[in-house]
């Protein structure tokens, strides 16, 4: 079972990159569940809700990308959660950092912060995206996760990204 997931800092194409990636080679995916969340229930969270999101985010993407699925493409994962966590108040819930380690089967693009920034009212970062970005790279890093990085603008980004899951594909 493989899970590719699309990760970075806020707007750098993430949802889109998932969407197309999944049109071009035929996979099943899960968009961002906090961002359904969120818009529905208000952009108002402290560390309790943002921990039920973590939980909620988990049970969508079994929904959407069963396990019995081969592979499918997620627009983030846990560790989203726990930079957000750790970001946002300081520190992060043990039941997310456990989580993170659990994702074991997970592969990543990472998407470079190279596009435009684009106003949303869930977003919160837009002056921190490069360091938001090393941050990600840091925690594959350190989980020793395989990725692949993402960059370029319009069309190129998703060239690139295609070749970057086939490389990806191919391990």
């Known amino acids: 079972m493989m899970r590719i997931v699309i990760t970075g800092a806020e707007s750098s194409g993430k949802s889109t990159l998932t969407q197309h990636l999944a049109d071009v080679f035929g996979l099943p995916y899960a968009l961002e569940y906090a961002r359904y969340y969120l818009e529905e229930n208000g952009p108002e969270y402290d560390l309790e809700r943002l921990t039920q999101l973590s939980r909620l985010h988990l049970n969508y993407q079994l929904e959407t990308v069963p396990l019995?699925?081969?592979?499918?493409?997620?627009?983030?994962?846990?560790?989203?959660?726990?930079?957000?966590?750790?970001?946002?108040?300081?520190?992060?819930?043990?039941?997310?950092?456990?989580?993170?380690?659990?994702?074991?089967?997970?592969?990543?693009?990472?998407?470079?912060?190279?596009?435009?920034?684009?106003?949303?009212?869930?977003?919160e970062n837009p002056y921190d995206r490069q360091r938001l970005y090393q941050h990600h790279l840091e925690e594959l890093i350190r989980l020793k996760r395989p990725y692949e990085e993402v960059e370029g603008v319009g069309r190129a980004r998703m060239v690139n990204a295609e070749a970057a899951l086939r490389r990806l594909m191919s391990r």
């Open 68 to 123: 019995s699925v081969p592979c499918g493409i997620f627009d983030t994962d846990l560790i989203n959660y726990k930079i957000w966590a750790e970001e946002v108040f300081g520190s992060c819930p043990d039941e997310i950092s456990t989580g993170v380690e659990r994702e074991s089967s997970h592969v990543y693009l990472i998407c470079k912060p190279d596009l435009p920034w684009e106003p949303d009212p869930l977003r």
